[in-house]
């Protein structure tokens, strides 16, 4: 399995706080994403890293700020939790974009904000 | 919207038999591909099929493609109870586009 580490794995909140979750690899690869995934909607892409300090948004961007300030980390964060961002989120990795790599999976991280 | 919707939604087979479920997506594409989920856990790579190829095999697995009707199909043969998962495909270079998902359950 590829060295995909998601924390915290689970997690409860309150709505109005800030909640950042944590994406670490072992493998060097350029390429991290944010998905959410929901009944219904399948993954989602939230914002995605093409090298250190370099992210752009995907679909579904309002609401959710990222950094990248090191190879091995993706930092997601919700300035704000609301109830409807309560989801799995599921942090990936690439080793490059365009030329066919599969994607690398973390197990998830369940957020409930109440 | 999803670029790729699978279909169906559910499939329950029993042991030994064959599952196929299909993908359909909107726009042009240079790779397929097909992603199993178990349940817990994060995706895993299945197979990937790039837009100039027909038809592609891994083990068990043989995923189609028509690139005239977008759409693409995964056959897993000779199904077992630990193929109990869902299917996901997912199209894209650099902003994945995932689908919603074909949940399958082989029965012992």
């Known amino acids: 399995d590829a060295g995909i580490t998601q924390s915290p794995r689970h997690k409860v909140t309150e709505t109005g706080t800030p909640v950042t979750l944590r994406c670490h690899q072992t493998?060097?690869?350029?390429?991290m994403y944010w998905y959410r995934q929901d009944p219904g909607h399948g993954l989602r892409l939230i914002h995605y890293?093409?090298?250190?300090?370099?992210?752009d948004k995907g679909e579904v961007s309002d609401g959710y700020s990222v950094s990248r300030s090191k190879t091995e980390d993706f930092l997601l964060t919700l300035e704000s939790a609301t109830s409807s961002q309560t989801s799995v989120y599921f942090c990936?990795?690439?080793?490059?974009?365009?030329?066919?790599?599969?994607?690398?999976f973390g197990d998830g991280t369940r957020l409930s904000i109440l | 919207s999803q670029q790729g919707e699978e279909d169906p939604q559910a499939l329950s087979i029993q042991e030994g038999e064959n599952a196929t479920m299909n993908c359909s997506y909107k726009t042009s594409i240079n790779n397929l591909q097909w992603y199993r989920q178990n349940s817990g856990r994060g995706l895993v790579h299945l197979i990937l099929?790039?837009?100039?190829?027909r038809e592609k095999h891994s083990g068990r697995l043989r995923v189609t493609l028509d690139t005239s009707k977008k759409s693409s199909s995964l056959l897993i043969t000779a199904s077992r109870a630990a193929d109990t998962a869902s299917y996901f495909c997912a199209t894209g270079t650099y902003k994945y586009i995932f689908g919603t998902g074909t949940r399958l359950k082989v029965l012992a």
């Open positions: 890293s093409y090298g250190v300090k370099d992210t």
């Open positions: 099929i790039r837009s100039n190829e």
């Open positions: 493998e060097n690869h350029r390429y």
């Open positions: 990936a990795i690439s080793d490059a974009q365009g030329s066919n790599q599969p994607q690398h």
